[in-house]
């Protein structure tokens, strides 16, 4: 007599009975059957039963780009559904693991770690530790037009005032790269990475600045995404700053270095140009416990968006400022959707230039118009 069943782990169990062992055969498939919930065997670890578990090894055989950023993501689900065996998380508690991380994190945070949950149960699911995909209906709702969570007002922005005031007080080494933030909305991994070659080998247009490349921990690699290669023309002050920076430079020296003359990083640009540019402008006080206890700073990405709020304000489509700043012309629409629609006079500004001074109405109508009045003779 023969014994044969599948575990919900997909472990195969293949036994041989005697002709009188019919009872012991029957006790022993239900024997399986009771064990049919159980992790797959003495061969797998206890950790890997858990999420947490199971997600650090699935993490670790990933290649990504940005391994610190995966590992965050995961990090803000870890706290909820870290401990649960991998067998007890179904559809239900993917939905409320994303209703709990919606009601402290941005959207677009959560839809990141949410992303990589998801990915971790496929995985789970084909490899037979989980009996289905919970996954399966779970879905990011879709965000609010009206809801300003994750998305830049007016009280995100810097004032014109302000930022002058910062480009103004930012020191000489670093005064470039405030200027490209304000000017141009370059991020700062782009700014640290700028060489004049970028600059000067475009001879002809003096004023047109290449990017092709960001300054990053893992070094000098490609922009954030396919769309961060561009080429952007300078305005006029941010183009007379990079000829004074330029002059005299190697074609492939980087304008900006660290604290002893190595790469630059952010940590130091923020130590060295950005934290002394606010205490310049009289936006931050130089407390002495040292610049990550600086709660309430400007954060640097604040001239990005000084940079697409100006242009959005001042009548450029969302598809040019999408160019212009490397980014999709869906993010642009998204995230400055508030400032749009509370920018005075945008839209009454650009109906009136649509429809002109309105003419006067003709003699003839006038006429008519004091007839009708007098009434019918």
């Given amino acids: 007599m023969c014994v044969e069943a599948r575990r919900l782990d997909r472990s195969k169990v293949h036994e041989h009975f005697g002709p009188d062992e019919y009872r012991k055969a029957v006790a022993r498939e239900k024997a399986i059957k009771a064990e049919a919930a159980a992790p797959a065997g003495p ?4 950790a890997t039963s858990t999420f947490e578990g199971y997600a650090e090894l699935w993490r670790s055989a990933q290649r990504t780009a940005e391994p610190k950023a995966m590992r965050n993501a995961l990090r803000r689900a870890y706290p909820i559904i870290g401990p649960l065996e991998l067998t007890a998380i179904d559809g239900l508690q993917l939905k409320a693991l994303q209703t709990t991380l919606l009601g402290v994190n941005a959207h677009s945070t959560v839809a990141v770690t949410m992303s990589h949950v998801k990915r971790i149960m496929r995985q789970a699911a084909a490899d037979g530790r989980v009996p289905r995909d919970p996954t399966v209906g779970v879905k990011m709702p879709r965000r609010d037009t009206l809801d300003a969570g994750g998305v830049v007002t007016e009280h995100d922005v810097t004032t014109h005032a302000e930022s002058l005031a910062i480009m103004a007080a930012a020191p000489a080494r670093g005064r470039l790269g405030v200027i490209l933030g304000f000017g141009c909305g370059m ?5 640290l990475a700028v060489t004049p ?5 475009r001879k002809l247009r003096p004023d047109l600045l290449r990017i092709d490349f960001q300054e990053t921990d893992r070094g000098r690699v490609g922009p954030k995404t396919r769309r961060g290669v561009r080429t952007i023309e300078l305005p006029d002050v941010a183009a007379a700053e990079m000829r004074r920076a330029v002059k005299g430079q190697a ?4 304008l900006f270095r660290g604290p002893k003359g190595g790469r630059p990083n952010r940590g130091s640009f923020y130590d060295q140009v950005w934290y002394p540019a606010l205490i310049g402008a009289d936006l931050l006080e130089d407390r002495p416990d040292g610049p990550g206890q600086r709660e309430g700073a400007y ?42 629609r509370d920018a005075p006079g945008l839209a009454k500004g650009a109906l009136d230039a649509a429809l002109g001074p309105v003419p006067p109405p003709a003699a003839e109508d006038e006429a008519d118009e004091a007839g009708g009045a007098g009434g019918a003779p």
Avoid: C
Avoid at 187 to 191: F, N
Avoid at 197 to 201: L, P, R, V
């Fill in 43 to 46: 061969s797998a670890p206890k």
């Fill in 251 to 254: 074609a492939d020296a980087l």
């Fill in 187 to 191: 991020r700062i991994g782009e700014i």
């Fill in 197 to 201: 070659d970028q600059h000067t080998a």
């Fill in 299 to 340: 954060n640097f990405h604040v001239t990005r968006h000084y940079a697409a709020s100006a242009m959005l304000g001042r009548g450029v489509t969302v598809e040019e400022v999408a160019a212009y700043l490397g980014d999709a012309v869906v993010t642009i629409s998204t995230v400055y959707a508030h400032w749009l």
